[in-house]
């Protein structure tokens, strides 16, 4: 795929410099939207409108949808008032909405200016509801049928009307005040005998959302129930808009990203990474970095207020390094576990005791799993094969009840803080790995000199 976008490349390049902007145009015929805004991307800034140009009016309005913001902006203000009209004209509710929201305040006058004046209501109507809410990603164009007329009429009604919509094969049914009543695919229209009612016909009970629901909780709808198109409404039933799933794929690849990038201590930025200035990435990064540096410090603190002990059984320092890691380990894979079974709606913060009995049990396995291993390669490898017989069995008994104790506190803290956090209104992610592994070492820490004096009464 590489290879044959370099070859693309290429093959463009060599058309622009021999002005063969005809054969330009049929290649780019030929291309999807979203094949042809990344192929634009490696295009020089000075000819792309001039290649954006050659595309056919449709085309040029999908593409546009598909590319990113940097190159948005440039082809806005290369654009002649009546060029962006056009595209502008082409463009779902939805789509230039999400374009509105990227482009600098002087870009968005001009876009709104030459929007026709329903469409810049909606965009507006759009634009006043809450981030990251089912009304923040609706389109308000949508196919809406009175349930008093019939099949044929209904048809009539789409095919009159459809070109202009985001999706014709749901359609829904609503009252003289637009409250939504029913639903219906076009499949069932066309099935129908054409003098019967559009009442009789419908399915009632739609499966709906509120404008103010969060647009990761719309996702899942869309995907437990597997519909191409869920209906939006307000506080009174009233239709409003709908999602589409090419939205909530967006969406998921959006909130998916968020996480990652929190788990792996990371503010979330919505710029692809070869976009981002080197400044960027750094204040993305530098936040969370000083954040755990500073918490290590209690760390370093436990470590110091036993060094004493450490000086006369040097035998344990070198045991701490493996259980701070291995309680890590252990804590990220429930916190990992939990918080994506969170994020699918599996569980809740009313499954608390039964997650964390579940999670004590497996604990309990793992941690005699590891301790029994741990004792064996001690004994063989470094007492025995290394000579290291400063390694006492009490310093052997000590690791390996240090490392059942890490591994049971570690995984329970794993499965409880995501939990707590998610009913408490914080992002479960939030809890994942780096703050997690803070957390973790600190008590595995305290777990084993706890142990070590206990034993060797220091």
Known sequence: MGEDTSVLETTLETLIENKKYSTLRDIFMTMQPADIAKLLESIDGQKLPLLFRLLPKELAADTFVEMDSDEQELLIRGFSDAELKEVVDELYVDDAVDIVEEMPANVVKRILKQADPDKRKMINEVLNYPEDSAGSIMTTEYVSLRPDI????????????????????????????????????????????EDRLV???????????????????VAGILSKYDLTAVPVVDKENRLVGIVTVDDALDVIESEATEDIE?????????KPYLKMTTLEIWKARIPWLLFLMVSATFTGMIISSFESALARFAALTSFIPMLMDTGGNAGSQSSTTIIRAISLGEIDFSDFFRIVWKELRVAFLCAVTLAFVNFFKIRLVDVTILGNHSITIEVTLIVCLTLICAVVVSKLVGCMLPLTAKRIGFDPAVMASPLLTTIVDALTLLLYFKIATSILHF
């Open 150 to 193: 019939t099949a044929e009429d209904a048809i009539k009604r789409i095919r009159r009307t459809g070109v202009d919509k985001e999706t014709i094969y749901t359609c829904y049914v609503t009252d003289d005040n637009s409250r939504l009543i029913g639903y219906m695919t076009l499949k069932d229209l066309l099935l129908a005998d």
């Open 262 to 270: 929190k788990m792996a201590a990371i503010t979330p930025v919505d």
């Open 199 to 217: 009442s009789d016909i419908m399915g009632g009970d739609p499966i709906s959302v509120t404008t103010t629901d969060d647009q990761e909780e």
